[in-house]
């Protein structure tokens, strides 16, 4: 079973309650909020183990990178390029060993990669 949600309108008031709902599920699922307006910060969502894609490009998110997301190893698709205000470390990003695509420029996210 796999679930997508993916917002195509602009949604800056989207309720965090909403977001929380999406951890409840244990389907493989993508998270696509990219060029939609959505700002502050998106709930911690490393309870969704299936994750595959998470991409929440050109919107206004603040906060520290989103880091609780390395803990997902089903990762494929991380995106949060666009976004000024996000800073954070890439220590750590090499736990998601099935990641293939990463987007984080114009944050300020800084590190090496591995």
């Known amino acids: 079973m796999s679930c997508f949600f993916h917002f195509t309108q602009p949604c800056a008031n989207v309720a965090h309650s909403s ?3 999406v951890t409840l599920h244990t389907c493989s699922a993508s998270l696509a909020l990219f060029d939609t ?3 502050g910060n998106i709930p911690d969502l490393s309870t ?3 994750l595959e894609v998470f991409r929440v490009d050109n919107c206004k998110l603040v906060g520290d990178g989103y880091t609780y997301l ?3 190893p089903s990762l494929k698709v991380l995106g949060i390029a666009g976004n000024e205000f996000v800073t954070g470390t890439l220590s750590g990003i090499e736990q998601l060993v099935n990641l293939e695509e ?3 420029g114009a ?3 800084d590190g090496p990669l591995p």
């Open 19 to 21: 977001l929380r709902l």
């Open 37 to 39: 307006g959505v700002s």
């Open 48 to 50: 969704l183990q299936k």
């Open 70 to 72: 390395y803990n997902v």
């Open 102 to 104: 990463l987007y984080i």
């Open 107 to 109: 944050t300020k996210m």
